[in-house]
C-alpha cells in the first residue's frame, strides 16, 4: 500500500548542477502533479500531466522540465539549478476526471540549492 | 483562474477549545473545495472536500467545514481541539476541467496549548 513514493527525499545541489526527482504511483492514477511549498505561498502547481506521455505547464514552470513516459512515474528535472529553486517539492495525483477525490500526496522532497 | 485566500497565517488555540479556520476562494463556477492537513515533515492528508449537496460536510479527525455560496467561504471547524490537531491546514479550490488542478492557499499553522 505504497501509494505515491517520491525520490529522494532530500538532496543539497550547487547552483548549476541539474537533478531528477522521481514520483512513482501504484494506485493506477492518471492524472499526477508536481507542486512546490514555499513558506506562507502555499503549493504552487509547477506541471501536470492527464495521462501517459502527456505534460502541461501549472503556474510556475520555469527551470523545470518533466516526462510522463510510463503511466505509473512522473519524472521532474531541473537541468540548471538555481537557488530560487531551495523548496519542498510534492507530487499527487488522482484518478477522477473531476478531481473530487481529491489528490494523494507523496512525503516530498527537501531541495536546497547553494 | 481560481484563487483561495487563507487569512489567518498563524493561529494559537488551547486544547480543549474550539477552531475555526477561515478559506474565501475566487472562482467563476461551482467550486471543488478541499481541505488538507500537514503535519511536519510530512505530505499533505485530505480532511474533507465539497463539491455538491449538503453544504455542511463531515470530514476525517472530527473536522467539518460549510460551503457558503454567498460569501465564497469553505470555513473549517473543529468543536474541541486535541493537541495531535497541531499542523499546518491548507484550503483548496479545484478546477471542473481536464487536468483537475487544484489550486491552494497559503496555509494556516495551528498551533496547540495545553
Known amino acids: 500500500n505504497a501509494g505515491v513514493t517520491q525520490t529522494p527525499k532530500f538532496r543539497v545541489l550547487k547552483t548549476g548542477q541539474s537533478m531528477t526527482l522521481l514520483c512513482a504511483q501504484d494506485m493506477n492514477h492518471e492524472y499526477m502533479y508536481w507542486y512546490r511549498q514555499d513558506p506562507g505561498m502555499g503549493l504552487r502547481l509547477i506541471h501536470y500531466s492527464v495521462g501517459e506521455g502527456t505534460t502541461a505547464k501549472g503556474e510556475v514552470p520555469d527551470g523545470y522540465n518533466v516526462s510522463r513516459l510510463k503511466k505509473q512515474n512522473f519524472l521532474l528535472g531541473l537541468e540548471s539549478a538555481a537557488p530560487s529553486q531551495t523548496s519542498v517539492y510534492f507530487c499527487?495525483?488522482?484518478?477522477?476526471?473531476?478531481?473530487?477525490?481529491?489528490?494523494?500526496f507523496g512525503s516530498g522532497t527537501r531541495l536546497t540549492v547553494v | 483562474a481560481q484563487s483561495v485566500t487563507q487569512p489567518d497565517i498563524h493561529i494559537t488555540v488551547s486544547e480543549g477549545a474550539s477552531l475555526e479556520l477561515r478559506c474565501n476562494y475566487s472562482y467563476g463556477a461551482t467550486p471543488y473545495l478541499f481541505w488538507y492537513v500537514q503535519s511536519p515533515g510530512q505530505g499533505l492528508q485530505l480532511l474533507l472536500k465539497y463539491f455538491s449537496g449538503d453544504t455542511l460536510v463531515q470530514g476525517i479527525k472530527g473536522f467539518e467545514a460549510e460551503f457558503k455560496r454567498s460569501q465564497s467561504s469553505f470555513n473549517l471547524r473543529k468543536p474541541s481541539v486535541h493537541w495531535s490537531d497541531a499542523a499546518e491546514y491548507f484550503c483548496?479550490?479545484?478546477?471542473?476541467?481536464?487536468?483537475?488542478?487544484?489550486?491552494f492557499g497559503g496555509g494556516t499553522r495551528v498551533l496547540v496549548k495545553p
Open positions: 499527487a495525483s488522482t484518478n477522477t476526471l473531476q478531481g473530487d477525490n481529491g489528490y494523494t
Open positions: 483548496a479550490v479545484g478546477a471542473r476541467a481536464a487536468g483537475n488542478k487544484l489550486t
